[in-house]
């Protein structure tokens, strides 16, 4: 049981850290709370399996196509939905919202509310501390790893990292420092629905696809980025697999424990609410600012 406790942990922790981190960029930086956020993740899973089962595509061409797709509808978009109303933060909410249910619709239109699987990229399993372990699900870990690491070498090594460090600090000074802050802002967002996209494509062969699949993770990122403090990704990083822990152990240790994930995350997630609305990392970033 601790084996698949651990196991369970860093799967769940990686994705609810790719997720929150791409949630907390772009609010960092251009104060957007994105609540389509899970819905690019959804989209991207979809754009996998029809090109995969309907176009006969490569698995990996399949999943570079769903994030050059994902970005380019991110930018449209941002475009046209939120950069009309980007200084209205409530206008912005209700318009993710919005675009949220519009893309679980248009998936119900076009795949029906059916459920549907891809098989993964290797199959076989392997003996760990006397545990059968998918290499699907090694592969996954390790995947979410590396691109974890890779959004963390593009905010510290890249100038448009720097950028978004710096506009995400202060704006203003970002500002009077030659920065166009809108243009960083968009492409910001652009990094942000990547890493969705990029979320989907390796959590896709351990899931199952549905055109509500958005909500759940959801529920979870957002506990994940209050638990951890707003805007902060470090604190995104630590809340993901603290929240991920404690969910891998409600499933396992209490009987029915896979029907109280949310609820838990939720009570979590009002409980830091009521007693540090700021986080775990929250002061920190907010002196930052």
Request: proline share 3%; aromatic share 8%.
């Amino acid at each position: 049981m601790l084996s698949d406790i651990i196991l369970t942990t860093l799967i769940n922790g990686s994705t609810y850290a790719l997720l929150a981190i791409g949630f907390s960029l772009i609010f960092g930086v251009a104060r957007i709370v994105n609540i389509a956020h899970t819905a690019f993740y959804m989209v991207a899973a979809y754009c996998i399996f029809f090109a995969t089962h309907r176009l006969g595509v490569n698995p990996v061409t399949a999943m570079l196509m769903a994030v050059i797709v994902i970005v380019l509808l991110g930018l449209i978009c941002y475009k046209l939905f939120i950069e009309p109303i980007r200084e209205h933060e409530a206008a912005v909410l209700i318009a993710t919202i919005a675009l949220a249910m519009i893309f679980q619709e248009v998936m119900l239109l076009i795949f029906k509310g059916d459920f549907r699987t891809v098989p993964p990229l290797v199959s076989g399993y392997m003996n760990l501390a006397g545990v059968k372990v998918g290499y699907q699900q090694l592969l996954t870990i390790a995947a979410a790893l590396i691109i974890l690491a890779g959004v963390w070498a593009f905010l510290i090594k890249t100038r448009l990292g720097l950028a978004i460090r710096s506009t995400a600090q202060d704006r203003e000074v970002a500002n009077l420092m030659g920065m166009n802050e809108a243009r960083v802002a968009m492409l910001t967002l652009a990094v942000s629905v990547a890493i969705a996209a990029l979320t989907g494509a390796v959590v896709l062969p351990l899931t199952v696809l549905n055109p509500h699949m958005w909500m759940q993770p959801l529920i979870m990122m957002m506990a994940v980025v209050v638990l951890g403090g707003l805007g902060s990704l470090k604190g995104s990083f630590a809340g993901a697999f603290i929240l991920a822990f404690s969910e891998a152990l409600i499933v396992f240790l209490i009987p029915k424990g896979a029907f109280l994930r949310e609820s838990v995350a939720l009570s979590i997630m009002i409980l830091v609410l009521l007693m540090r609305p700021e986080g775990l990392f929250g002061i920190v970033f907010e002196e930052e600012r």
